[in-house]
């Protein structure tokens, strides 16, 4: 149940960002540099939601920029809402290591 709500939240939060940034793109074509098709916006924000960010689409408006400070609080509002509910990430702990002979 966990796994099909982060999923859906995901596919969401990715959809209305690609919808936002081609409204952007198109109310004002110089406030991104490289996005004008709905599969251009789609690609921009996946791209800015596993922070990879290649450069071939970037923002050169201040309005956009503040966009883009909102795609990257995303992953930081998923992860509060995590700790909220008490997920935790399981980290291997140091003694747990194997030597291989």
């Known amino acids: 149940m966990r ?3 982060l999923l ?6 990715v959809t209305a960002f690609a919808v936002a940034d081609l409204v952007f793109a198109r109310a004002d074509p110089s406030q991104f540099v490289g996005l004008e ?7 921009f924000a996946l ?3 596993t922070a990879v960010g290649f450069g071939d689409i970037h923002v050169e408006g201040q309005p956009a ?3 883009v400070i909102a795609h990257r609080g995303l992953p930081g509002a998923r992860d509060a ?3 909220r509910r008490g997920w935790r990430l399981s ?11």
Do not use: F, H
Not at 8 to 13: P, S, Y
Not at 38 to 43: G, S, V
Not at 91 to 101: E, H, N, T, Y
């Open 8 to 13: 859906l939240t995901v596919v969401v939060g």
């Open 65 to 67: 920029r503040l966009l």
């Open 37 to 43: 098709t709905t599969t251009d916006a789609l690609y």
């Open 81 to 83: 809402a995590r700790a």
């Open 3 to 5: 796994v099909d709500s």
């Open 47 to 49: 791209t800015m939601l």
């Open 91 to 101: 980290l291997p702990r140091l003694g747990d290591a194997k030597v291989c002979p």
